[in-house]
């Protein structure tokens, strides 16, 4: 395996020579389902109940949009959920309904950028490029759209647990079933991307059974899975996390945003499971320090008093509601295969002045990983090869960033020989 720090290394297979594999061995290849990861899945919006004269309420784009360019608070105000902490369950704003769009197909994964109102594939925009130079590296190997290769996006503003209560589960497991039946009864092989990593460990560990695994999955690639969440989501929490997207000088030159962004970001992600969700877990970073104040310092085993001290304490019931999630991190029991971006300075703790938890952090230390996901967190999954009895591999890439892990061409290469079974 190319590139890998744990196993030994095998010649690279040229694209002409899975292009030859693929003609005399079509029936063979295993179906690909992408599962993205947060903050990458199109959201569309429309009234609920409608509201217009003739019943007709268009989806329309919330996320991203061109109204993330120009109204990004309103945008985020209607992405804001409302938690009931009694039943420690989430809605949307009353009279909106929001979903994620393009399920079953890749053009809504393939690129970011939502349209104005949703549109069928074909009349996707093709702007903020994710999986497509990954779909269409496979595409060109004999792969289809919508039939071989296919994605299951979701409402990355939910936890696990609430998709599952939503019905996404549902729709994934049914999903894998088809493409298995359509693809003359190949298993079906799981490419999943930064949190969704952790969403299909918990759809593999908590909604079907060994003996489904063992019928209908080929394998799992997890690509910069993050296992132990993203240390980034700690600044989320407090004085807020802008996209990346968003940050560059470039589309702020096209863009109004506000000066307070980052609070306008704050206040939306603080109501998403999936922002506590991906905050550092205990088990994986112990008494490291994550933040530092003038009066005191906070590691992963203090979210209760962060949390206190920044005037947010709901922030600790809904981080509690979901800090259960995949604990201990059991072994996905299919062949897996991880992947992960090394060498990229990545943010791991955070120093704050006297402006905490209102203003940016005076100091980001950063350490090991792909820019987004740190190292430690990469890793968790090195554990599973002692503790399943499937095959575990493990890659490590050098100075591939986070998004990169979906389009490098070395990883392309690995993901080949997974699917190629080769």
């Known amino acids: 395996w190319a590139h890998s720090n744990h196993e030994m290394e095998l010649p690279l297979i040229t694209t002409c020579v899975l292009a030859a594999l693929l003609s005399t061995t079509a029936g063979a290849i295993s179906p690909i389902l992408i599962v993205p990861g947060i903050e990458a899945s199109q959201l569309y919006k429309k009234d609920s109940p409608c509201k217009n004269l003739f019943a007709i309420c268009p989806w329309k784009g919330a996320w991203l949009g061109a109204e993330t360019c120009f109204d990004i608070s309103?945008?985020?105000?209607?992405?804001?959920?409302?938690?009931?902490?009694?039943?420690?369950s989430f809605h949307n704003q009353s009279g909106l309904a929001i979903k994620a769009s393009g399920f079953g197909d890749t053009c809504k994964v393939e690129y970011l950028v939502a349209n104005p109102i949703e549109t069928s594939c074909p009349l996707q925009l093709p702007v903020g490029e994710y999986f497509h130079t990954f779909v269409e590296h496979f595409t060109a190997l004999g792969y289809k759209r919508g039939k071989t290769i296919r994605s299951a996006p979701y409402d990355w503003r939910l936890s696990p647990v609430h998709l599952q209560a939503n019905g996404y589960y549902s729709n994934v497991k049914a999903l894998i079933q088809q493409m298995y039946k359509d693809g003359g009864n190949k298993k079906v092989t799981l490419v999943a991307h930064s949190m969704g990593g952790p969403v299909t460990l918990y759809f593999l560990n908590n909604v079907v059974t060994q003996a489904w695994k063992d019928t209908y999955i080929n394998a799992f690639v997890a690509l910069s899975g993050a296992w132990s969440g993203g240390n980034a989501a700690v600044k989320a929490e407090i004085s807020g996390e802008v996209l990346d997207a968003l940050s560059s000088a470039t589309v702020r030159d096209i863009c109004d945003f506000p000066d307070d962004i980052a609070l306008i970001f704050r206040s939306a992600s603080r109501t998403f499971p999936s922002t506590a969700v991906l905050l550092?877990?205990?088990?994986?970073?112990?008494?490291?320090?994550?933040?530092?104040?003038?009066?005191?310092?906070?590691?992963?085993?203090?979210?209760?008093?962060?949390?206190?001290?920044?005037?947010?304490?709901?922030?600790?019931?809904?981080?509690?509601?979901?800090?259960?999630?995949?604990?201990?991190?059991?072994?996905?029991?299919?062949?897996?295969?991880?992947?992960?971006?090394?060498?990229?300075?990545?943010?791991?703790?955070?120093?704050?002045?006297?402006?905490?938890?209102?203003?940016?952090?005076?100091?980001?230390?950063?350490?090991?990983g792909d820019g987004v996901v740190n190292l430690r967190s990469a890793e968790v999954c090195l554990k599973w090869k002692t503790r399943q009895q499937q095959p575990f591999r493990s890659s490590a890439f050098p100075g591939v960033d986070h998004v990169k892990m979906v389009m490098d061409s070395d990883v392309l290469r690995a993901v080949d020989r997974v699917v190629l079974n080769v």
């Open 74 to 88: 309103s945008v985020l105000k209607d992405l804001t959920l409302v938690y009931d902490s009694a039943t420690r």
């Open 280 to 368: 550092p877990k205990p088990s994986v970073w112990g008494n490291k320090v994550l933040v530092t104040t003038p009066k005191r310092t906070y590691t992963a085993n203090d979210y209760q008093a962060l949390f206190s001290d920044m005037g947010y304490p709901r922030g600790f019931d809904i981080y509690s509601g979901v800090s259960a999630i995949n604990a201990g991190f059991p072994p996905p029991k299919v062949p897996t295969y991880c992947f992960y971006g090394t060498k990229v300075d990545t943010p791991e703790s955070f120093v704050y002045g006297c402006g905490f938890p209102d203003s940016s952090p005076t100091q980001v230390i950063k350490g090991d």
